[in-house]
């Protein structure tokens, strides 16, 4: 029963009849009204700097995933270089060759067999470099039968060049193709609430697709991200609790048509239980949503992530009759046109934990 947990009851603010405006939530003062940091942002980002961090080779054996998770800029800036340095490594030792070979000494001898026809300089092995390497072949410049050394090198070259080809052009798929674009049409509202449903005090918000193509398999989880001290007195900062969304149930597992209603049950298990509201007002902990599902167009996976935090607006809702109280007013537009939740006591009468 709802009424079990005592530390949400409170004196009631009106009559069922009453029809005096609902209460604006009080404004928080002091240092809890200073702007708190996101532990983890909307777009997935951690808060979360790695210090001391000694064996940074093992980012070198991942050189995949770290190339991957580099910004933009750093990716296009190794994908050039990644280009350039080959093709200027290979023109380089094309220009060795012909050097070694004497067929820079023998330019306008025609008699002489060089080992790559036209090659009278570096400019020109750059260029013959950039040609074998992108399969372009002009045809003014090519490779003869009688330099052994640049068949082998005209090998390696093609075969080193189709790796580096693979390597980085699967780098810039993957980059590309991330579904992380997608979570910016999956919508949360700005703000919870703690009210009755089904005679049950409930948190609740509410999640929302704005396109018409789906996710498919959605599921939603969430974690209440909050330092503690243990009973041996350890103290553990930034301790992840689950939050129970359905998971017994399989209401975790959505069908994200229409905007859903996504409901965490303050019982006896829950992180909650023995949280007043004025406490909850007061505390520092974060409340981190993930909801992950295949988008329908391309097969990926895609995460979104909500955020709540004391910061946040988390009323609790006036109903007047405790059986029949005000359903949550929740809004996916944007916070200017958020309307405005009532704020009072969720019980007219305060009943010890344990009665029935």
Known sequence: MAQDNAAFCGVPEGLPGDTKPPLVP?????????????????????????????ETYRYLTDIFTTLVDLKWRFSLLVFILAYAVTWLFFGLIWWFIAYCRGDLEHLEDHAWTPCVNNLNG???????????????????????????EGIVLLLLQAIL???????????????ISQPNKRA???????????SLRDDRLCLMFRVGDLRDS???????????????QTQEGEFIP?????????????????????????????????PFWDVSRHQLEKDDFEIVVILEGMVEATGDISP??????????????QGGDPKFPLPP?????????????????????SVGRGSQ
Request: charged residues 20%.
């Open 26 to 54: 009080p404004k928080r003062r002091g240092a809890s009204a200073r702007k708190r940091q996101r532990y983890v942002e909307k777009d997935g980002k951690c808060n979360v700097q790695h210090g001391n961090v000694r």
């Open 122 to 148: 570096f400019v020109s092995a750059f260029l013959f470099s950039i040609e074998t390497e992108t399969t372009i072949g002009y045809g003014h410049r090519v490779i003869t039968d009688k330099c052994p």
């Open 161 to 175: 060049g189709s790796m580096v080809n693979a390597f980085m052009v699967g780098c810039m798929f993957v980059k």
């Open 184 to 194: 910016e049409t999956l919508v949360f509202s700005s703000h919870a609430v703690v």
């Open 214 to 228: 789906h996710i498919v398999e959605a599921s939603i989880r969430a974690k209440l991200i909050k330092s503690k």
């Open 238 to 270: 930034l301790d992840q609790t689950d939050l129970s969304v359905g998971f017994e149930t399989g209401d975790d597992r959505l069908f994200l048509v229409s905007p859903l209603i996504i409901s965490h049950e303050i019982d006896e298990r829950s």
């Open 304 to 317: 979104a992530w909500g955020h709540l935090n004391p910061g946040c607006s988390c009323p609790v809702l």
């Open 329 to 349: 007013k929740l809004s996916l537009g944007p916070p200017h046109q958020n309307k405005p939740i009532a704020w009072g006591a969720a019980f007219t009468r």
